[in-house]
């Protein structure tokens, strides 16, 4: 058996999508607005102080991450709430840390 039938290489979608993925999550303050979202839900006002950067800025990064569908938002009256919707990132963010 050689290597590509032990593990078949994914299409070339599925290769973009990982890559897309792996970019979004390569910035310090995305990383740890995902680290904030571990244990739920984190409303928007309160994940620039976990990013140590502007609302504007922090903004910004919560745009990249949810078009790379890690995350997602939600609208409560007035406040977004964002939360993970691709918790397995963590394992994977774990595992850079071995």
């Known amino acids: 058996m050689d290597a590509t039938q032990a593990h078949p290489i994914p299409c070339r979608k599925s290769i973009e999508r990982q890559a897309e ?3 979004a999550l390569a910035h310090p303050a995305r990383l740890a607005i995902v680290h904030a979202l571990a244990s739920g839900p984190v409303c928007a ?3 620039a102080e976990h ?12 745009t990249v991450l949810r078009h790379a569908g890690i995350i997602s938002q ?7 709430f964002y939360e993970l919707k691709r918790p397995c990132v963590l394992t994977f963010i774990e595992c850079c840390n071995d």
């Open 74 to 80: 939600e609208r409560r009256g007035q406040q977004i």
């Open 21 to 23: 993925t792996l970019k």
């Open 51 to 62: 990013a140590e950067s502007s609302p504007p800025t922090t903004s910004r990064h919560l």
């Open 45 to 47: 006002c309160d994940l």
